[in-house]
């Protein structure tokens, strides 16, 4: 009943009282903004939906925003444990299940306002290592928060590097249990959240020993924390890792484990058993242990981390029409900050960037759940691919994004440096994203490796995963292309990234054969290519996700307006990459400094043509005020308002006078008579 209550129209219907300035921008638009949002929410449907929801969110009290940034860390901590629980509460008086769309909605909206985040991460590692029988144990408790899981596998001395995990655990066939440790002050796990205040329990990476034998890392159920009174179980030493850079409502942790016992069960044994006897049962591929970072990279590029860039957009772009400054023609009233050529450089690539990146994602999800179903019917085939996927897009992805908020924050001036705006704490949560779930160096070298050797398939004529299909082609020659419209055919230039993707990896592929033919190791060989590994692991990300951004296109062909827009925002990201890397296209003489020209005159050109439809373009993203938690980036445009009334509510401006009384007044004594 509630949700038929609420307002479920779009947060961004035409309303009154909008600045002239920002409403203008909204006149004559030249595409459906409903019908872009559709697109991006996969559906009307789904898009009603999700209104349904955020209505029904806005309208608690409960889950307002308001005091969010006048908060310190403990709380934050402890708003964020209240707002968990409420939401828990909520979610089954509304009827809204678990894993539903409407709690996907949910947990997208108060996404900087939760706890329990990595709670969904350690039920989603039991769904995908687990027995039956240990998920229908755990599951159900964690479902409803009887119990409060977290994901502990980086330590003090090792993150992305797996195989370099110190915490073992070693079997005792006479008690059935296992026996877990972190031998080395570096083997504490360090940084898992959840951990270092809530959790109860821990899915607990190892590495797993039989009679003195190590059988690699393996995941573990442990009970960390008494259910009854919160106490550390014996063996246990746990806290909370103190200040970091954002994310004050997440209590990161450390645990240190000393002869801490766990009965056999608790090994996650979907695809790898101990038996009673001590034996080593496999079945499936080792890598099954990297699926639920897969999971949950994939959660995280499309629910936090390219959201982050498309509130930075909104909130910049908005902003960048109510905001004058100078003048564009002498005489003439201060212009619209937007109008001016730089600012569009600066902002337009980030909105074109937001498109690309959720277009690439939804490959990456269709891509993942085709694994994910083939790995539950015992069949591994696909994980090599989706793991070399998932992280060079994870790469791509949170280093553009971490620049790109970075760049929209400047672009806001003075104002951006304020909390208020909401871009600096958009910031401090999109930049960790580079290094947790996967340090990006350590990844895009994990995507160097398989692009290296399925470059040596290619090379014998084998059979070749879809995504490096293309290593198969033949040499292109030049990029025929001579007029400045050849420059915006979608294929004239993912073939130019598709080129620059495939001699990065067959020139590092020959620098590694000809070190090994001249007598280094493979590892030295490797070691002496990685800087050029690296960045042709990002050249094939770069190369995807324009191909799938142009692939996109297609699927609306016969929507005339909408595909414009698309098609504008396809050859404005693809034609900044180029202007920004030129010298990668120019290497081989693939592009000539002529064309590099033309290529620059249209991707300035496309700057004044995306210029008219910059606001509907993110109306379309079709955020909420309460969601955006911006004084800048407000639907109404009412900037200079919003901060002053949103300054006046800090606890600053209603201390007592203490420190004045204390420290200042004394001072000021001596010049009372003086003047």
Known sequence: ????????????????????????????????????????????????????????????????????????????????????????????????????????????????????????????????????????????????????????????????????????????????????????????????????????????????????????????????????????????????????????????GFLILKDVRVPRESMLA??????????????????????????????????????????????????????????????????????????????????????????????????????????????????????????????????YCSAGVEVCRRACGGHGYSLLSGLPSIYMKVVPSCTYEGENTVLLLQTARFLIKCYGMAQMGQPLPSSVAYFSSVNFGKCQAREKNDFLNPDIYTDAYKHRALRFIRNVAMKLQQLVQAGKTQHEAWNQCTVQLARAAMAHSHYMVVQKFAEELRKHAKESATRRILKNLCDLFALHGIFSNAGDFMQDAYFSTEQIDRVTETYLDLLGVIRRDAVPLVDAFDFTDGCLNSALGSYDGHVYQRLYEWAKKSPTNHQDDRVFKTYLKPLFQNAVSKL
């Not at 079997?171 to 109860?200: C, H, Y």
């Not at 246990?236 to 970091?244: A, E, H, Q």
């Not at 900050?337 to 909105?351: A, G, H, S």
């Not at 993942?368 to 992280?391: I, M, N, S, V």
């Open 270 to 399: 979907k695809f790898s058993q101990v038996l009673p006897d001590g034996q080593y049962k496999k079945q499936g591929s080792e890598k099954i242990n990297y699926l639920t970072m897969i999971v949950v990279r994939v959660n995280m590029l499309r629910g936090s981390i390219v959201p982050s860039l498309m509130k930075a957009c909104t909130i910049a772009i908005r902003y960048s029409v109510v905001r004058r400054q100078s003048e564009l023609k002498p005489g003439d009233p201060e212009a619209k900050i937007l109008d001016y050529q730089t600012q569009q450089q600066k902002l337009f690539p980030q909105l074109a960037t937001t498109y690309a990146f959720h277009f690439i994602c939804d490959y990456l999800q269709e891509t993942f759940q085709r694994c994910y179903d083939q790995t539950q019917e015992g069949k591994f085939d696909l994980l090599p691919e989706l793991h070399a996927l998932a992280a060079g897009i994870k790469v791509i992805i949170t280093d």
């Open 1 to 252: 009943m509630e949700a038929k209550k609420a307002n479920i129209f779009s947060p961004n219907s035409p309303r009154e009282n909008v600045n002239p300035d920002l409403d203008i921008e909204r006149k004559n638009i030249s595409f459906s903004i409903e019908h872009l949002t559709n697109i991006l929410d996969g559906g009307a449907q789904n898009t009603k939906l999700r209104r349904e929801v955020e209505a029904v969110l806005e309208a608690d009290p409960e889950f307002s925003q308001e005091n969010r940034y006048f908060q310190n860390q403990n709380e934050r901590y402890e708003s964020a444990i209240k707002k968990s629980v409420y939401l828990t509460q909520k979610m089954a008086k509304m009827g809204w299940i678990a894993d539903s769309l409407e709690q996907n909605y949910c947990f997208k909206y108060l996404i900087d306002d939760l706890a329990f985040n990595i709670h969904i991460v350690f039920m989603k590692s039991i769904l995908a290592l687990g027995t039956d029988e240990q998920i229908n144990k755990w599951i159900p408790l964690a479902k409803k928060i009887f119990i409060i899981g977290t994901y502990a596998q980086t330590e003090l001395g090792h993150g992305s590097n797996l195989r370099g995990l110190e915490t073992t655990a070693t079997f005792d066939v006479a008690t059935q249990e296992f026996i877990l440790n972190t031998p080395t002050f570096s083997a504490m796990k360090w940084w898992p959240g959840d951990l270092g205040r809530t959790a109860t329990h821990a899915v607990v990476f190892a590495q797993l020993y039989l009679k003195g034998r190590c059988y690699g890392m393996h995941p573990f159920i442990v009970q960390i924390r008494s259910l009854r009174d919160h106490s550390p179980g014996q063996g246990i030493t746990l806290g909370d890792i103190g200040p970091k850079m954002g994310f004050e409502n997440i209590d990161n």
